[in-house]
């Protein structure tokens, strides 16, 4: 018993670790699309900036990017490279947008870098990770949280909630928004993730699908914008 408690508590705070703003793979740089509805006036203040991050938690997040994140740490469990690199080409090609494969491809290289770089983990892991070819942010990270031994619900939780997270925070720099409001945001919307995470567990893999077009339109628009402070 003090040992499954001991390894709880690890994979917690290796948990902490990848929820951390501290992680260096600059998720910071990358509003996804909403810079542009805040200069298109879509999003101009707390109420529209929690609607904004709402839709696209539910009709995007819930529907492609965490279930493909699910299917990505079963591969790395079951130690199946050709699925894991399956996945890893789905995801890539559901990111609709020059800046989004841009940004997953950026940040999964920054996170693949940092465990090269910790010169702690598995040798074996670190091949099988080095020899994907710019994998996609979530299936290094995929990788990570299976070798930390972090459950699969609590990786998706922690995923969802970083996402969050930024797109709060890129709201209150660009509309702007207080501190207070940002806060108001995430404890709405944080109350959400639990329901979130148990409907993108149930998607079968023919019901996985990144359709959602005004976030696509978001995304192209921004590439041209001529003023902005996020990358994508």
């Known amino acids: 018993m003090p040992s499954e408690i001991g390894n709880h508590r690890l994979a917690l705070s290796r948990m902490l670790q990848l929820a951390s703003t501290m992680l260096p793979v600059g998720a910071y740089s990358y509003s996804q699309g909403l810079e542009w509805a805040i200069e298109s006036g879509t999003v101009h203040d707390a109420n529209t900036a929690q609607l904004w991050v709402n839709d696209v938690l539910h009709i995007y997040q819930t529907s ?4 493909v994140l699910q299917r990505l740490y079963q591969a790395w469990q079951a130690g199946d490279e050709s699925a894991i690199s399956t996945w890893d080409a ?3 090609a559901g990111r609709d947008t020059a800046e989004a494969l841009a940004e997953t491809r950026q940040m999964g290289y920054s996170l693949r870098r940092l465990l090269n770089d910790l010169q702690q983990l598995p040798a074996d892991f670190l091949a ?3 020899r994907l070819n710019e994998p996609a942010f979530p299936t290094v990270y ?3 949280a299976c ?3 972090i459950g699969a619900q609590d990786m998706l939780h922690t995923y969802a909630w970083s996402w969050m997270e930024n797109q709060v925070s890129a709201a209150m720099k660009t509309i702007p928004l207080g501190q207070v409001a940002g806060q108001k945001i995430m404890l709405a919307l ?3 993730l ?3 995470i148990e409907q993108a567990m149930q998607l079968h893999d023919d ?3 990144n359709f959602a077009p005004a976030l696509s339109m978001a995304g192209c628009l921004h590439e041209t914008q001529y003023s902005r402070l996020f990358r994508s």
């Open 142 to 144: 995929a990788g990570a």
């Open 194 to 196: 639990p329901q979130i």
């Open 190 to 192: 944080g109350q959400l």
């Open 147 to 149: 070798l930390w031994q």
């Open 64 to 67: 492609f990017e965490l279930p």
């Open 207 to 209: 019901e996985i699908s």
């Open 90 to 92: 789905f995801f890539k």
């Open 128 to 130: 099988k990770l080095n």
